[in-house]
């Protein structure tokens, strides 16, 4: 049949060479009328959720408007917030976590912990490799869409850590360490780069490197397999299209009491049963690799590295962290300081740095300083700073552009202030700008932090899951921030003393430096050794306390 010599319409459709010329037709006799359009949709391009200026006094009221509408989306009986399918949530768990310790708000407290539970006792966590997938596709996180990202792996180990140093529960211990072990085997490059994700399928087939039969199991762990499928939840029909997803539908010290055995022996028997589990499952055809290095989301994973490595007194995570920020410097750092986007291995760093890979490496690396306290690390966090307020900022209404003044030119500027699966770049921004404020003793990054954080005091209060980090900057600036100057030799007994009282509790309102010199952080000028011994001098808003010299003189100061 001979070819049709003009355009068909389909299903009451336009075919392309119709719409072609209809735009052509337009742009010859319409020109103005699109050239208005255009305009319009530039100007609703930009608007949308916007820092204005100068917004409502930040107060505590705040504070209890966003509870109560998180406490409205909050499911009480599965945990997390809103329907299938759920997201982890990491961002206001953390600020619900703050609000209990500044507030001592017990639901605050609840809904993160009931959440937590929730997702690591779901199919959502690797029960067997350890990490999380990127969500679960139904409400009782049983099911999850299998990719794992770095991202979200960077941002619950953290939650789970602070989770940990407040309540003390030895699961959320397990599962930090189990996901960053799985970071550390599986998504690290040799010189120290985190890759960006596994893919959610192997062989074609969704979820296929993740799911067992109970044959696979009985065959595996031989006498053991009884146990290790009751704990798991594994059934012969399975719990998701004829396999099983792994999951604790009780949890296991109820078991263990149900069966009269000891919660740690019934632990160490299902540690053993994952490990023989964990290598059949290697064998298995893996799902792909991303192997990409992305500044901003190594900057999210350097944060949980060196503050796990800090609280957990893990020196190898430690190692991590300071192996994986040389890397950044040497690699993804220019020779003028301004970063790169991505690198993959044999290839040179490309692409200009977006706002997001300056705000979470300036944070990563003070979270290492707060670990090492090598000054280098906090030299770079502020160098980073600057170049955010030299190349991002929007001095017309505060905070900072995604792309900077020397990005390719786009139809629109974007300057995105919301959550998303990863933090808001203006929040962190914020965040970094307040605690260097407090180290620098300069009014500048703090006063530009508390413009960009007060003028969004309405979408905070209305919409708190969509701005938690802005949130949990607003609770930094209203919780009374403390600032402790330890001057002494990091490394000396008298001086890790000291620094050990500091991180006995959860005080995300502290800001430590450490060193004998002020020359590169203000905050420890003109402070001086008493009797020879590392003194601790701490200040609220530079207002300092007398110094002490002993661990029980600085504890009675930080929980006055």
Aim: glycine fraction near 8%.
């Amino acid at each position: 049949m001979a070819a049709p010599t003009t355009p068909l319409r389909r299903y009451g459709m336009p075919s392309f060479k119709q719409v072609l010329a209809s735009i052509a037709n337009a742009w010859q006799t319409r020109r103005g009328e699109i050239d208005d359009s255009a305009d319009k949709i530039a100007g609703h391009l930009s608007r949308g959720f916007a820092l204005q200026g100068e917004g409502e006094q930040l107060d505590d009221n705040l504070f209890g408007l966003a509870l109560g509408n998180i406490l409205q989306s909050y499911d009480s009986e599965l945990g997390g917030f809103g329907d299938a399918p759920k997201f982890p949530p990491s961002m206001t768990i953390e600020f619900l976590l703050r609000m209990h310790h500044q507030r001592g708000d017990s639901m605050a407290l609840h809904m993160a912990e009931h959440t937590l539970m929730q997702m690591a006792f779901g199919g959502m966590y690797d029960q067997v490799g350890g990490g999380f997938a990127r969500y679960a596709t139904d409400a009782r996180w049983l099911v999850p869409h299998f990719e794992k990202m770095l991202y979200d792996n960077a941002q619950l180990a953290r939650v789970y850590l602070h989770a940990w140093q407040i309540t003390g529960r030895p699961l959320y211990r397990r599962i930090v360490e189990e996901t960053l072990d799985f970071v550390v085997r599986e998504l690290r490059h040799a010189d120290g780069g985190f890759y960006s994700s596994y893919d959610a399928d192997s062989e074609g087939v969704e979820g296929k490197f993740y799911v067992w039969s109970a044959a696979e199991i009985r065959t595996l762990l031989g006498d053991e397999a009884d146990l290790f499928m009751r704990v798991y939840g594994v059934s012969e029909r399975g719990n998701w299209e004829g396999h099983n997803i792994l999951h604790l539908p009780h949890d296991p010290d109820e078991v263990a009491e149900e069966l009269g055995m000891e919660p740690a022996l019934l632990q160490q028997n299902l540690a053993a049963a994952r490990q023989i589990l964990y290598a059949a499952r290697a064998r298995r055809v893996w799902p792909g690799l991303d192997d990409k290095v992305l500044t901003s989301w190594n900057g999210l994973m350097l944060a949980a590295f060196a503050e796990a490595g800090r609280l957990l007194n893990r020196p190898d995570y430690t190692a991590v962290a300071v192996q994986n920020a040389s890397f950044l410097y040497r690699v993804m750092r220019g020779e003028n300081g301004r970063l790169f986007r991505t690198w993959k291995a044999g290839a040179q760093p490309k692409y200009n740095g977006y706002l997001e890979d300056y705000a979470y490496l300036a944070d990563g690396l003070l979270a290492l300083y707060h670990t090492t306290f090598d000054e280098k690390w906090y030299v770079w966090a502020r160098e980073l700073a600057d170049l955010m307020l030299t190349h991002f900022a929007d001095e017309a209404t505060g905070g900072f552009y995604d792309t900077s003044d020397d990005h390719e030119q786009l139809l629109h500027r974007p300057k995105d202030v919301q959550d998303n699966a990863v933090p808001s770049a203006n929040a962190m921004a914020a965040g970094v700008l307040l605690r260097l404020g407090l180290y620098e003793g300069n009014g500048r990054y703090w006063d530009i932090a508390e413009r960009a954080v007060a003028s969004l005091y309405e979408p905070m209060s209305k919409y708190p899951t969509g701005f938690a980090r802005w949130l949990c900057a607003a609770a930094f600036i209203m919780g009374n921030p403390q600032e402790l100057a330890i001057v002494g030799d990091h490394g000396l007994d008298d001086t890790e003393r000291l620094i050990a009282t500091a991180f006995t509790a959860y005080r995300p309102n502290l800001v430590v430096a450490v060193g004998q010199s002020g020359k590169a952080i203000p905050l420890l000028a003109n402070r001086d050794m008493l009797d020879n011994q590392a003194t601790a001098y701490l200040c609220q808003r530079f207002v300092c306390q007398r110094p002490v010299t002993t661990s029980a003189a600085l504890a009675a100061q930080l929980e006055a």
